[in-house]
Nanobody
Framework: QVQLAESGGGLVQAGGSLRLSCAAS????????MGWFRQAPGKEREFVAT????????NYADSVKGRFTISRDNAKNTVYLQMNSLKPEDTAVYYC????????????????WGQGTQVTVSS
């Protein structure tokens, strides 16, 4: 398993940007597909974005497509989520997760999870 720690959350006004980072421990980070999920108050956790081990393929939820970008730096054992044009409905706790599946978008495909970082977007 890989240990994950998110950072970069905070309070931002609508239309603003944030970049989340997820640092992973372990020497096998580059073998994992990585994903970002989020959970808003009173709602179930939902898929946001995923990236394959090489970074060659990405997938996004329709709600963030064109605004968010997932990327990774395998040399730094880190995955990022650049969030632009933020909306109040993006307010949630954001989690990164690691998967041994080549391509993964379902929560049950991810075996390792971070503790989450709060993102709050004010209107």
């Amino acid at each position: 398993q890989v240990q994950l720690a998110e950072s970069g959350g905070g309070l931002v006004q609508a239309g603003g940007s944030l970049r989340l980072s997820c640092a992973a421990s372990g020497r096998t980070f580059s073998s994992y597909a990585m994903g970002w999920f989020r959970q808003a108050p009173g709602k179930e956790r939902e898929f946001v974005a995923t990236i394959t081990w090489s970074g060659g393929n990405t997938n996004y939820a329709d709600s963030v497509k064109g605004r968010f970008t997932i990327s990774r730096d395998n040399a730094k054992n880190t995955v990022y989520l650049q969030m632009n044009s933020l909306k109040p409905e993006d307010t949630a706790v954001y989690y990164c997760a690691a998967s041994t599946f080549g391509i993964a978008t379902m929560q049950n495909q991810f075996g390792s999870w971070g503790q989450g970082t709060q993102v709050t977007v004010s209107s």
